[in-house]
């Protein structure tokens, strides 16, 4: 198993790493947002861009980026366009898509890019590899806000990602019961133990997922995300509640 080092954080090692989303609308709430980062405990930071107001405006995100970047301070900074296909706010196609991620990576802010596996074969490919130009780690992602996959179909996203160079493979689901959960957990399980050279990350989403976010490490989740102040996705639970249960349960393990 290969880990991923960003910074001075190393993914797939230790405890689950911690990232906490930026979701501001405008640079000031941007910049507020990582301000009130400073002292806390955080892994990695994430932008989700597609929450800025203007976010298909590529000059001004670049602008934003380097603002971003500087605010952040050495902490790893995952950049994240999320689309309204996967839960996000911004809807274009992937070209548009395409170009504003290499716009991104070209202003050197990311240390770690989400790419969504959605995308056209030939946009990955292309950010694939510029982020390869700019040394940023790819994180390839599959979002499901409506339901649960089986675990064969899980897994089956988790192999394709790893088999198209992702450097972390990502799968978050909206479970409806206790269940699905039970089904997110045991396809990290599988993926982990059975195929992954490379670190994941599993989640389920809403209160009833809560669990996976804080004991995923346990099934092979290499990361979870938490919240100071406005959460991007739901169910994400406060930075202070998140780092003690994952304190507690890599403490237990040692």
Same mark, same amino acid.
């Given at each position: 198993?290969?880990?991923?080092?960003?910074?001075?954080? @190393?993914?797939?090692?230790?405890? $689950?790493?911690?990232?906490?989303?930026?979701?501001?609308?405008?640079?000031?709430?941007?910049?507020?947002?990582? %301000?009130? &980062?400073?002292?806390? $405990?955080?892994?990695?930071?994430?932008?989700?861009?597609?929450?800025?107001?203007?976010?298909?405006?590529?000059?001004?995100?670049? %602008?934003?980026?380097?603002?971003?970047?500087?605010?952040?301070?050495? !902490? $790893?900074? &995952?950049?994240?366009?999320?689309?309204?296909?996967?839960?996000?706010?911004?809807?274009?196609?992937?070209?548009?898509?395409?170009?504003? &991620?290499?716009?991104?990576?070209?202003?050197?802010?990311?240390?770690?890019? #989400?790419?969504?596996?959605?995308?056209?074969?030939?946009?990955? !490919?292309?950010?694939?590899?510029?982020? !390869?130009?700019?040394?940023?780690?790819?994180?390839?992602?599959?979002?499901?806000?409506?339901?649960?996959?089986?675990?064969?179909?899980?897994?089956?996203?988790?192999? #394709?990602?790893?088999?198209?160079?992702?450097?972390?493979?990502?799968?978050? @689901? *909206?479970? +409806?019961?206790?269940?699905?959960?039970?089904?997110?957990?045991?396809?990290?399980?599988? *993926? !982990?133990? %059975?195929?992954?050279?490379?670190?994941?990350?599993?989640?389920?989403?809403?209160?009833?997922?809560?669990?996976? %976010?804080?004991?995923?490490?346990?099934?092979?989740?290499?990361?979870?995300?938490?919240?100071?102040?406005?959460?991007?996705?739901?169910?994400?639970? $406060?930075?202070?509640? @998140?780092?003690?249960?994952?304190?507690?349960? +890599?403490?237990?393990? #040692?």
């Amino acid at each position: 198993m290969r880990h991923v080092t960003v910074k001075d954080v @190393v993914l797939g090692q230790g405890r $689950p790493k911690v990232i906490v989303p930026l979701t501001g609308a405008t640079e000031e709430e941007l910049l507020a947002q990582a %301000r009130a &980062l400073a002292e806390q $405990p955080v892994d990695v930071v994430e932008w989700r861009v597609d929450l800025l107001d203007g976010a298909a405006d590529t000059a001004a995100v670049a %602008r934003a980026a380097g603002s971003v970047r500087a605010a952040v301070g050495g !902490r $790893p900074l &995952l950049v994240s366009v999320r689309t309204a296909g996967q839960g996000g706010r911004l809807a274009v196609d992937d070209g548009a898509y395409g170009d504003l &991620l290499q716009v991104l990576l070209a202003t050197g802010a990311a240390d770690l890019v #989400d790419v969504e596996a959605e995308r056209d074969a030939a946009v990955r !490919r292309l950010l694939l590899a510029a982020a !390869r130009d700019a040394g940023a780690a790819v994180v390839m992602s599959h979002h499901d806000f409506r339901a649960t996959l089986a675990e064969d179909e899980i897994v089956g996203r988790l192999r #394709d990602m790893q088999d198209q160079g992702a450097d972390v493979t990502k799968v978050a @689901v *909206m479970p +409806h019961g206790p269940g699905d959960v039970l089904t997110l957990l045991q396809a990290a399980w599988t *993926m !982990r133990s %059975r195929y992954a050279d490379r670190p994941l990350i599993a989640i389920a989403m809403d209160r009833v997922g809560l669990v996976s %976010r804080l004991a995923g490490g346990v099934f092979g989740s290499a990361a979870t995300f938490a919240t100071v102040g406005v959460a991007s996705a739901p169910g994400q639970a $406060p930075l202070a509640e @998140v780092r003690a249960v994952l304190e507690l349960l +890599h403490g237990l393990g #040692d």
